[in-house]
């Protein structure tokens, strides 16, 4: 029985120690600060056509408002990250040649009041000059290093880098490494003025109020004293003085205002591109709060199961003098013990049980010195709680023994604790609620997850490569149609596609108005980009009209159904010819059938079509279907590879076949999935450990019964029914109970999924049905036993 107990309270344990230092890690961003009351991001908050957009940046031309006007704001620091992935060419001394780095993130422009709203402790150089002095960089101490390796960091200011051949910086300054967990990972930043002065104005027009990119970002610190209120009413002022709305349009369906959000909240803001999700981290906790739930209701269960075998023993030391006080410091002190010994299970269980919650580690979690100190602290204070969780109602009812009715043996008669009592009954039907609860979600999470992956999308993505390209948006070339023709001479391909992005991806919108029943409406449409070859590649249906030509650019679009009935066109064919709502510049080509723009959790939405392909970042490639073992895509691929790298000598390959992109849309739901799994095997794993220890007591209390039994004419399976029937119908129970949940949360879950698969009654019954198969599985393991035991043997035994 303590061998179950110990199992049972380990792995809980467990799981609440790595769930303890995941959510730990993640409730610790950005919270170092010396003032993180004070220090906010200025945020923008859009509707547009009715249709709300949250954005971490702002219009360019608010910074050096802020600087300029607002009142009650101490710093502020515009941080534009421009570069994704960056070519680095370090100037070494010694070296004839430049030492290049690829790849390289993290890379901003910035002002100095930078490293002093983040207290950044500058280590070499300065700082100071970043507001006016263009071509510096003010590098971490781990690219320092990396950069200048063996180089002491006091001469490292002064040497020349270059950023994609084309801006060349001297390092001002080094500043000190992060100690904290933070979601503003700077290692290099690039002084503010370097950006006109490299060419590149575009990036940084002061003069567009109605442009926002979340790669432009401000950040405050308010002077003490200063109420964010304050500020904000400022801010909103300033933007709509220099942002007025158009004539005639509806502030309830389309505006733009400013929003300030405390540093400490960036991290769990996913409406503002935080990393962390809330919900994720919740739905953690309350896994560890089942989890060890579960251990604890297996330790109160086979503790009091095994009431009678103490009863004598608290009879005696009741007799000779024990007080009650000293018998429940005795049972707390014995749970204490084997809390202990669960503990150091669960410390050695932790590697396999990290696991399972792999995919919910941050890459920041390390388990090192610190953590370990984190644990030294948690795992006592837990010991205590399951301590006092698990022990004290046995210690109390145990207690409870009366010498009297202990010497008759009528210690446990008509008690909680007898084999009809209801406390355990109770506890066992709700280790199986949470049991069942687990098995119906991992039922419904994974066959929604197959019904997603297996929809009809209403275009093709077998065999269907997404190839990226070296695209610079401000320094456009036409190599992609140099590739594009060169491929073309490929057999293993079959068409070719020149786009922004695919027929799944990207989420560029545009407002259009539109005529409806005498009324003028304004609609959000998505908007894709693609040539002629576009329609035939994705087999997408084109209903009516004809497909798009080069020469169509922005003159003529196509449009799926959905934009079409908005306009008031119940047939595709009335739409063609007409112009594309209000716009009197844009014909209307042709009318393609509805086709899914985005994940099965997104509805069909309004959609147009362009051959607008200035930004051709992408280029769609057909391959000829893979024959029997051929590997003749393969092949292909590593050929249409050889052509890119005589295109494009300094970039790498990418490319990523289409139907595997599309799985990367449920990411989450696959996490999810895998969590469900392991999850449902722990807590079935935990529910039947207890099951069995309570069959185990039971058949050992119940032996003299089943040896007259036996002696008297049953059959083993008439003892393992006898044996089985009552905790058979506590697990149905606890399957009734806990279908209605499952029904109800499953439910809500899926609201999310405009495409869904149905939640039939199948799903239910074969849940129940499973988990009721597993405890008969598990009672039968025993019960067996029991059953065919010598009934000479029983009738001996004392």
């Not at 949250?54 to 300029?68: E, F, H, I, M």
């Not at 505006?255 to 909240?265: E, H």
């Not at 058949?699 to 003892?719: D, F, W, Y």
Request: charged share 20%; net charge positive.
């Amino acid at each position: 029985m303590s061998t179950l107990n110990i199992l049972g309270l380990s792995i809980g344990l467990s799981a609440s120690l790595i769930i303890y230092l995941i959510v730990q890690y993640q409730l610790g961003f950005d919270k170092h600060y010396a003032h993180p009351d004070r220090i906010y991001r200025v945020v923008t908050h859009m509707r547009f056509a009715g249709t709300d957009f949250k954005n971490s940046g702002v219009p360019l031309p608010v910074a050096p408002t802020v600087k300029r006007e607002i009142t009650g704001i101490e710093k502020s620091a515009a941080i534009h990250s421009r570069f994704d992935e960056v070519k680095v060419s370090v100037d070494r001394p010694g070296n004839s040649k430049k030492i290049e780095f690829k790849k390289q993130k993290h890379i901003s422009f910035a002002d100095e009041d930078f490293f002093d709203i983040f207290e950044k402790k500058i280590l070499a150089g300065t700082s100071k000059g970043m507001n006016t002095e263009p071509g510096v960089v003010v590098l971490s101490e781990t690219r320092a290093r990396l950069y200048f390796p063996n180089v002491p960091l006091e001469q490292i200011p002064g040497s020349v880098i270059t950023y994609n051949d084309t801006i060349q910086v001297h390092v001002g300054g080094i500043f000190a490494n992060e100690t904290y967990q933070t979601d503003l990972k700077q290692e290099e930043v690039i002084s503010l003025p370097t950006i006109k002065s490299a060419g590149l104005s575009q990036l940084a027009d002061e003069t567009q109020w109605t442009s926002v990119s979340s790669s432009s970002e401000l950040y405050i610190r308010l002077s003490t004293g200063t109420k964010p209120t304050t500020v904000l009413k400022q801010l909103q002022g300033a933007f709509h003085k220099y942002s007025k709305p158009q004539p005639g349009q509806d502030p309830a369906k389309n505006f733009t205002k400013l929003v300030l959000q405390p540093i400490d909240s960036l991290h769990f803001s996913q409406e503002y591109g935080g990393a962390a999700n809330i919900k994720t981290l919740n739905g953690l906790m309350i896994l560890a709060a089942f989890l060890l739930l579960l251990g604890c209701i297996n330790f109160i269960n086979l503790s009091t199961a095994q009431a009678s075998r103490r009863a004598k023993e608290i009879g005696i030391r009741k007799t000779v003098g024990s007080t009650r006080k000293q018998l429940i410091g005795q049972f707390l002190s014995e749970t204490f013990l084997l809390t202990v010994l669960a503990s150091m299970l669960a410390i050695i269980l932790t590697p396999l049980l990290l696991k399972i919650f792999s995919d919910f580690v941050p890459e920041g979690l390390k388990f090192d010195e610190t953590t370990w100190k984190k644990i030294l602290i948690f795992v006592p204070l837990l010991i205590v709680v399951v301590s006092l969780l698990a022990g004290f109602y046995p210690a109390i009812v145990l207690s409870k023994f009366k010498p009297v009715l202990v010497l008759k043996n009528q210690a446990y008669a008509n008690t909680s604790l007898s084999r009809t009592g209801w406390l355990r009954k109770t506890l066992t039907v709700s280790q199986f609620i949470i049991a069942q609860f687990f098995v119906i979600a991992t039922i419904v999470v994974g066959r929604q997850i197959h019904y997603s992956l297996n929809m009809d999308t209403g275009f093709k993505k077998e065999n269907i490569v997404t190839l990226t390209m070296p695209f610079d948006f401000y320094k456009p070339d036409d190599k992609i149609f140099v590739l594009t023709n060169k491929l073309k001479s490929l057999s293993g391909i079959e068409r070719l596609s020149i786009s922004g992005t695919p027929a799944i991806n990207g989420s560029m919108s545009s407002a259009y108005k539109i005529q409806k029943e005498g009324k003028e409406y304004e609609i959000n449409v998505q908007v894709r980009n693609g040539d002629s070859n576009f329609i035939p590649l994705f087999g997408i249906t084109l209903l009516a009209g004809r497909n798009l030509n080069i020469a169509d650019s922005n003159k003529a679009f196509l449009i799926n159904e959905s934009f079409a009935r908005e306009m008031g066109y119940m047939k595709p064919a009335e739409a063609v010819g007409h112009y594309l709502g209000q716009d009197k510049n844009i014909l209307i080509a042709g009318v393609m059938k509805d086709f899914n723009l985005s994940s099965s959790r997104t509805g069909i939405m309004p959609m147009a079509l362009r051959a607008e392909l200035r930004d051709h970042s992408e280029l769609q490639i057909a391959l000829r279907p893979e024959s029997a073992g051929a590997g003749n895509q393969k092949k292909t691929i590593l050929e249409i590879e050889k052509y890119f790298k005589a295109l494009y000598p300094g970039n790498d390959f990418i490319y990523n076949y289409y139907d595997q992109e599309i799985k990367d849309f449920y990411q989450s739901e696959q996490k999810l999935a895998k969590l469900l799994n392991w999850s449902t095997g722990l807590s079935v794993f935990i529910s039947c450990l207890g099951l069995l220890g309570l069959v185990i007591y039971t058949a050992n209390q119940r032996q003299k019964e089943i040896g007259i039994r036996k002696v008297l004419g049953a059959s083993i399976t008439q003892v393992v029914n006898l044996l089985s029937k009552d905790f058979l119908k506590l697990v149905i129970i606890a399957c009734v109970i806990a279908i209605p949940i499952a029904w109800w949360a499953c439910n809500d879950w899926l609201r999310d999924f405009p495409f869904r698969a149905p939640l039939s009654a199948w799903i239910f019954f074969a849940g129940g049905m499973g988990l009721i198969t597993i405890a008969f599985f598990i009672l039968s393991i025993k019960t067996i036993k029991a059953a065919a035991a010598n009934p000479v043997d029983s009738l001996r035994a004392e």
